[in-house]
Every structure is written in structure tokens, then in C-alpha cells.
Nanobody
């Protein structure tokens, strides 16, 4: 069992930056892969960034070059640094932890409570 607590997010203007954090407690094998998803009303959740302990991070094309995901394995904290934000980045963001070592795009593990990011033009 894994418990995820998210922090950060909020409102910012276009071009600004925000940082999301996710603190994980519980079973380490269930946090071998961690990721950030986002969802806008009426659409499905999209895996925008993911990382495991063995490989380089993987980014969705919509955020590559602007967002950076990092995982502190010693503290089990996942961070998403979001730079050059655009209005289309506005969404509810979710932290996910999964035991899937392949850390694929589709994850069905444990989810954080979600945090809203709003980017105004």
C-alpha cells in the first residue's frame, strides 16, 4: 500500500513556472515507477512524465523541453518542475506510483489526491 500526498500547483501567467511535489509513504516496490498525469474536464488522464530507478525520464511531446521530472529515491519524493507554462497546461495534475518496473505509459497503481494548475494568458 502506498500513500501519496501532493503539494504545489496554483495559478500562474503564461511563461511562468510552477513546481509540483509528491511525497510517497509505504511499500518501496510499489514506487519503483512514478509518474505525473494530467486531466482536463471531459477528457481522459494523460501520462505527461514518468521515471523509474533505472532509466531516463520519459516525457509526453506536449511538455518535453519545458517540464522536468525528478525522483529522490532516498526520500521517496517526486517533483515536477514546470517552466514556460502555457494556457493549455491548465489541468488537474496527479502523482502516480506503480510497481511496473517497465514504467510504461499506462499505469494503474496508486494515485495522489490531485492538484489544480491554472495558466492564464
Amino acid at each position: 500500500q502506498v500513500h501519496l500526498v501532493q503539494s504545489g500547483g496554483g495559478a500562474v501567467q503564461t511563461g511562468g513556472s510552477l513546481t509540483l511535489s509528491c511525497a510517497a509513504t509505504g511499500s518501496s516496490p510499489d514506487t519503483v515507477c512514478m509518474a505525473w498525469f494530467r486531466q482536463v474536464p471531459g477528457k481522459g488522464r494523460v501520462n505527461i512524465a514518468r521515471v523509474n530507478s533505472d532509466t531516463n525520464p520519459n516525457y509526453h511531446r506536449s511538455v518535453k523541453g519545458r517540464f522536468t521530472i525528478t525522483k529522490d529515491n532516498s526520500k521517496n519524493i517526486l517533483t515536477l518542475q514546470m517552466d514556460s507554462l502555457k494556457p493549455e497546461d491548465s489541468a488537474m495534475y496527479y502523482c502516480v506510483a506503480d510497481s511496473n518496473r517497465a514504467c510504461t505509459e499506462s499505469l494503474n497503481g496508486f494515485w495522489g489526491q490531485g492538484t489544480q494548475v491554472t495558466v492564464s494568458s
